[in-house]
């Protein structure tokens, strides 16, 4: 087992994921999260339909708003997005401050924030 998939397996604990969650994961988070997510879920991750969990890399404020409108219908009452992001000592960061009025705009509320591994964070949002 590498390093990554160590991290991707302690991520996933942090993300809150359990047996039987419908998820989708995109925008490029990574094979070992993807992996990892699936054996906690012990099924596919998913495309479309209802959702307990979306997980997206996002790369811009414009990007997490177009996505977070498209995606928003999707999330179940209890379900929760989770934005991931560069750690603040990249050029790439995006801070949580920024996402956080995007969110609202689509009726969503930050809630925490967790590790995925030495280079990204996510922050979770919930239904407001």
Known sequence: MTNLDQLARVAVDELG??????????????????????????GSLLRSGELDMIVRLVRSIDE???FLGRVRGQIVNDGTVWL???????PRHISRKDL?????????????????????????????
């Open 17 to 42: 994921l359990k047996p039987g969650m419908r998820v989708r994961m995109t925008g490029g988070v990574g094979p070992e999260l993807k992996s990892a997510a699936k054996a906690r879920i012990a």
């Open 64 to 66: 997490a708003d177009e």
């Open 84 to 90: 991931v992001t560069w750690k603040p000592d990249d």
């Open 100 to 128: 956080i009025p995007v969110a609202k705009r689509h009726r969503l509320r930050a809630d925490r924030e967790c590790v995925i591994d030495d280079r990204r964070q996510a922050i979770r949002f919930v239904i407001a």
